[in-house]
């Protein structure tokens, strides 16, 4: 088990005046927070700085941790590292903050054609996918209530995280304890020191940037090899449609909530990279809902959600030190995955921080063309 966060003794200059940190993390997001709560696990002094004002993807993601994923059926990059860290990581939180943020979830996903039994007939041989999937579903076999003409087939251990109830209780917590400023970083304000960064009235010998899509403007990093994706999503009741506790993919994906509303997601655009949502996208995950589902439904929307994913052109994240500017950190491009893989990589940049243990060469930001970073 986790130490007790709160039992570490931080002691910090009052913001009013000039304050030395060892970390300044900017951005308070998911990444960002993790990062913070790890430093003070290992009893790191920090100070996280963003604004609660501006937008982020975890406020409108809805934390799918799927195994199984794509065309291919291919199994999530690095799932069985990935996996136990981050439930460990979410259950310390939980117990921690008293509040549950994991959820398990079975999924039932839909074959949609021919060529998909083949693929799942290759994948159910391959023992790579024998803790992911269970097994075929003949037509209308998993889940009587939707289009089933190819039937499904059964992937374990999904689940989904409440992400912005956990950011919440991290920066509620963090600013309790006056190590967290909600505010607006302004790039052209860091200046290097001899020994460090200087941010206003804040010195700081490493700073980390945890500034998801928003990184496109951070000079620092100019060309990083982001390739956002605006997602949106929408939030629903239904008076006639009770849906089992499942997560149902058919082309787009259903998850249904304890209090029996049930959110469907998600597109995809890399043109618009706007925080607002849009009637056709809409009217997209309307359509999908209704041809996925048997019966005729009134489907009535309670909130239309959309943010921008920090994905990467590998779809690999990107952490590790700036090649020339010391003292200079990026923890970033999580994509999709954000709620699987946030927990590992903060953990791997945390070691590398405090112990100068390596990177990853697949996550490593040295991965990049040198002409990424100022």
Known sequence: ?????????????????????????????????????????AGQHFLLLGSTAMPAAFKVAAGVINPVTGRWMTKTWNFDQLLPEAQATYQALEQQ????????????????????????GRRLRNPRYHNVLSRYFAPGEAAPGFNDPHGSFG???AAYIELPKLVTHLRTAFAQQGL???????????????????YQDL?????????GAAAMHNPWFPNIALQPAKGETLLCHSPTLQ???KLYHHKKWLLPYPDGSFRVGATYDEADLSETPTAPRKAELLAAT??????SHRIEITTHLAGVRPSTRDS????????????????????????????AMSQQLVNHLLTHAPIDTEVDLARLDTNACA
């Not at 200059?13 to 430093?39: D, K, N, Q």
């Open 243 to 245: 849906l089992p506790h």
């Open 203 to 211: 010195y700081a010998t490493k700073v980390i940037f945890c500034e």
């Open 155 to 157: 992937i374990e251990q």
């Open 316 to 343: 690999r994240p990107i952490i590790g030190a700036h090649p020339s500017q010391a003292g200079l950190y990026l923890l970033n491009g999580l994509g999709s995955k954000g709620a699987s893989t946030a927990p």
């Open 290 to 295: 209704h041809a996925a589902l048997k019966e």
């Open 180 to 198: 967290f400023r909600d505010e607006t970083f302004h790039h052209s304000a860091l200046q290097p020191t001899t020994d460090g960064w200087q």
């Open 97 to 120: 903050f008293g509040i549950q943020v994991f959820h398990r979830i079975p999924e039932v996903r839909f074959c949609q054609n021919a060529d998909d039994i083949k693929r799942l």
């Open 1 to 41: 088990m986790l130490p007790d966060a709160f039992s570490i003794q931080h002691t910090f200059i009052s913001t009013s005046s000039s304050s030395h940190t060892p970390h300044l993390i900017v951005g308070a997001g998911l990444a960002g927070c993790l990062l913070a709560w790890r430093l003070q696990q």
